[in-house]
């Protein structure tokens, strides 16, 4: 038996759920939702006159959302300048050996 499974026909909701890796609250998800679909209006062409366009809590949405997107460029780039620079000491590596 398993944590949290349940006696069998008494099935439970996991209270060590909360704990788990991965896990995400409802509301955090719907307000990820929220900004997303915000985002993909803006870019079919929608425009949102700031401060009464939207509610405080959705400014802060796409906030978090653009942010989270720039966090994500940067580790992006962090990961392919990497990548570069080992493929380069490969490369020299290898041009090294050839030369012995």
């Known amino acids: 038996m398993s944590i949290c499974e349940g006696d069998g026909d008494k099935i439970e909701r996991c209270p060590l759920l909360y704990t788990k890796p991965g896990y995400v609250e409802p509301d955090v998800k719907r307000w ?19 401060p009464d366009g939207l509610t405080p809590a959705e400014w802060a949405a796409i906030d978090a959302l653009q942010l989270a997107r720039i966090e994500a460029d940067n580790k992006d780039q962090d990961t392919q300048s990497t990548a570069a620079a080992e493929s380069a000491a490969i490369n020299r590596l290898e041009a090294a050996k050839k030369r012995r």
């Not at 990820?32 to 700031?50: D, I, M, Q």
């Open 32 to 50: 990820a939702s929220v900004a997303t679909r915000l985002s993909r209006l803006k870019e079919g062409g929608a425009v949102y006159a700031y």
